[in-house]
Structure formats: structure tokens, C-alpha cells
């Protein structure tokens, strides 16, 4: 990640706040904002990939993750006046105006703003700010050592876990450090009924005997774009089905691979699970005991060939799926004509997932968007926006 210090001391960048483009140094909140006390926010996370040979940065997906801000905001009952299209235009009018050729990462966060002391949700104003920050890799994508948590994933009825809600990431931070301090890469978190759910902001898949398996939305997982995405490319590329089920703790420590997915995270194989190797062992050199710290497992095939393709995908670098990439700066054209109202969306399916029936993200509506193989014009890039 390249960090040039604190968004607010940047007086070069331009962030979205309420509807108007104003220097990062003007877009501050006050002390006593209810989302900073109580968690009252929601937020979603972007990637944007700089492809030198087209000169544009792709965002990547820009709609399912306004579509999943905006049911977000439901359940939390915070006003969101921008359309899915306006939302998607703001972001690629935000990477022009900060003039990015780079990796990107966009941070869309609608939140209660009235600087009161109560907490609730109703009867609250909220407010909607968005910025673009150049980003690197979130987490190791050549290897990570996981450590199932102590921590038990929030459960719907606690914190609804299907929104990416501010104060619901506590509980990603306890199980991220305890897993960090503990000598891990990453924390695998099981449900409050011990099954796994996911990473700490990441979800998770593993395979066995060839067949990717999934835990389902019942499982209290965050419905995740990238998690969509490779159920998408598993099947249309590699012509695997992905089965959604519940999974039990020690299944993972008999898997032949498992790899964790997510926007900031992308497509990262995972080598060992509570000191266990995933998959063909490989002992390095400094390994003294069979099971000791540096005992790792090899990246499986599925877990290599599925990272490419993504890497590939979300670059723009295959025509068949440029529908999910939004040439930042090829799409200028278009006026940005972001104005305050209200509107309701539908939601993400991918249609290419089994399920066990229990929950599981099949049966929802098709948003529309699922890329015609072979249609190719890349050069649009224009998801629809
Ligand atoms: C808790 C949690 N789970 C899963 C994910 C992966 O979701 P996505 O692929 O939409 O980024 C994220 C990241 O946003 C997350 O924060």
C-alpha cells in the first residue's frame, strides 16, 4: 500500500462529500458524530486496476458494490440519495479529478452524522462521503498461514452481517490482531455454532477432490462481490460448479486447498491452518519439526489458475467480461450529472453456485450485468452505468 499520510493532509486529493467534489482537507466530521461513537455506519470497498496498456483504471464491479451499499443502507436504516448510476459515475469522475494511473482503492461510507449522544437509528441525519486512495496488496496473495479465531463471527441477529456495517468490523479487528499477534497471516472465523464463516474480511473456499465448496449466506458470511466473481469464473472458465455448504473446522485442516477472496484481499491461497499444511507439504529449509512454524503447503492448481484469471479479469484484459470494469478515465464522456434522490436497487446473483438450500445466495434476482461470453469491445467498458 502506498501511504503518503492521512487523507485530511492532502490538500492534492478531491474527495465526494454530499454530492460535491471538495479538497480532502475541507472533508472532516466533528468529534461527537454518532458513526464515530457508535459504529453507525456502511461502507463498501472498491479496487480500481491501472492497466498501462490501455492507460485506464478499471474499477471493478463499481455497481454490485453501490447495489450492496444501498441494501446496506436499508437495513440500517440510513438515507442514501444517490442512484446505483450515480454512485458509479461519482467514483469514475473521483478517479479523474485526482487525476489516478495507479492502483486504487475507492471508500464509499454513508453514515449518521447529527453530533448527538443516544443510541439509535431514527430520526438521525446522515451523510454520504466517498475518496480514492492508491492501494497495493491488503494481504499476501503467495501464501497465507491462517488461525481459527477465538473470536466467533457476528451472527445476523447481533450485528446483520450481510452489511458491511462500521461497527461490525470490531469484530473483524479483535480476530485480524489476536491471529497477528499469535504469529498468523490471517484469521479464519467460525459461526457462533462453530462452522466456518470467514476470514477476517475475506471470504473463504476450499477444495476438495476437485469440487470448490463454499459456506453459504446462512453461514453469516458478508456476501462478497469477489466471492460472486469466482463462482462466476470457476464455472464459466474452469467448468466447475461451486457447491455452497456448511463447513466444519477440520475439514479445513483435510482440504486440498482453500484460498480467501475479497476486494482488498483478491485471490489469496492459503498454505496452513492452525499449523497444519493445506494440501502437498512442503517443509523449507529452516523447518525443524513436521508440524513447526514454517511447515507450509503448496498453492494448489485451482487456487493458481483461479488468481490468474482474475488478475487478468479485473484488469480488463478479457473482453468477455468488460462489462464488470469501468474504464475511469475512457468513460469521461459522459457528463457527471450526480443529483440528490432517493431510490431502491435489487441485488447481485451469479447463478452459477448449487446450494444446500439453507439461505444460500441462488434465487435472487439477476441484476442484469452477468458478462456475455464472447461479446467482447472492451474498449466500452461501460458496465451499464
Ligand atoms: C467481512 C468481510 N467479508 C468478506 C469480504 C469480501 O467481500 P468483497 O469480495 O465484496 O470485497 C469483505 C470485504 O469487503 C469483508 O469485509
Redesign the pocket.
Known amino acids: 500500500m502506498s501511504d503518503t499520510g492521512a487523507l485530511s493532509r492532502r490538500h492534492d486529493m478531491v474527495v465526494f462529500l454530499n454530492g460535491k467534489y471538495v479538497p480532502a482537507d475541507q472533508a472532516r466530521v466533528g468529534i461527537m458524530t454518532h458513526a464515530l461513537a457508535y459504529g453507525t455506519g456502511v461502507f463498501e ?1 472498491i479496487r480500481g486496476y491501472w492497466n498501462e496498456q490501455r492507460e485506464d483504471v478499471f474499477i471493478f464491479r463499481a455497481r454490485e ?1 453501490f447495489e ?1 451499499l444501498h441494501r446496506s443502507c436499508r437495513i440500517m436504516q440510513i438515507d442514501l440519495p444517490f442512484t446505483v448510476d450515480e454512485l458509479v459515475e461519482a467514483a469514475a469522475e473521483l478517479v479523474r479529478r485526482n487525476g489516478q494511473r495507479e492502483n486504487i482503492y475507492i471508500r464509499p461510507f454513508a453514515y449518521k452524522s447529527d453530533e448527538i449522544i443516544g443510541v439509535k437509528l431514527h430520526g438521525l441525519r446522515d451523510h454520504f462521503a466517498m475518496y480514492s486512495w492508491p492501494q497495493g496488496d491488503y494481504v499476501g496473495t503467495d501464501g497465507l498461514r491462517c488461525g481459527v479465531s477465538s473470536w466467533r463471527r457476528v451472527d445476523d441477529n447481533m450485528i446483520p452481517a450481510r452489511a ?1 456495517v462500521a461497527g461490525a468490523y470490531v469484530n ?1 479487528a479483535l480476530a485480524k490482531t489476536e491471529a497477528q499477534q499469535n504469529g498468523f497471516d490471517e484469521a479464519i472465523m467460525l459461526t457462533s455454532e462453530g462452522h466456518v464463516s ?6 473463504l473456499f476450499m477444495v476438495i477432490n476437485g469440487e470448490l465448496i463454499t459456506p453459504p449466506t446462512s453461514e453469516n ?2 456476501p ?4 460472486d466473481t469466482v463462482i462466476h469464473l470457476a464455472h464459466r472458465e474452469l467448468g466447475r460448479i461451486t457447491r455452497e455448504r456448511v463447513i466444519d473446522r477440520t475439514e479445513l485442516y483435510g482440504a486440498d486447498e482453500i484460498f480467501l ?4 484481499a483478491q485471490i489469496a491461497p492459503v498454505v496452513a491452518v492452525d499449523h497444519r499444511p493445506v494440501g502437498k507439504v512442503k517443509i523449507t529449509p529452516d523447518s525443524t519439526e513436521k508440524f513447526g512454524p514454517t511447515v507450509r503447503g503448496e498453492i494448489g492448481p485451482i487456487s493458481r489458475e483461479i488468481q490468474h484469471i482474475y488478475n487478468e479479469v479485473v484488469r480488463g484484459m478479457r473482453p468477455e467480461y468488460s462489462s464488470w470494469c469501468l474504464g475511469a478515465h475512457s468513460s469521461a464522456k459522459r457528463p457527471a450529472t450526480v443529483s440528490a434522490r432517493h431510490t431502491t436497487n435489487g441485488q447481485a446473483s451469479n447463478g452459477h453456485a448449487e446450494s444446500n438450500g439453507a439461505n444460500g445466495t441462488n434465487g435472487h434476482k439477476s441484476n442484469g450485468h452477468t458478462p456475455a461470453r464472447g461479446r467482447g469491445g472492451a474498449e466500452k467498458a461501460t458496465p451499464g452505468v
Open positions: 470497498g458494490h450492496r458491511k473483524s470467514e476470514g477476517s474480511a475475506e471470504n458470511i458478508l462478497g462481490i469477489t466471492r477472496t475479497g476486494t482488498g
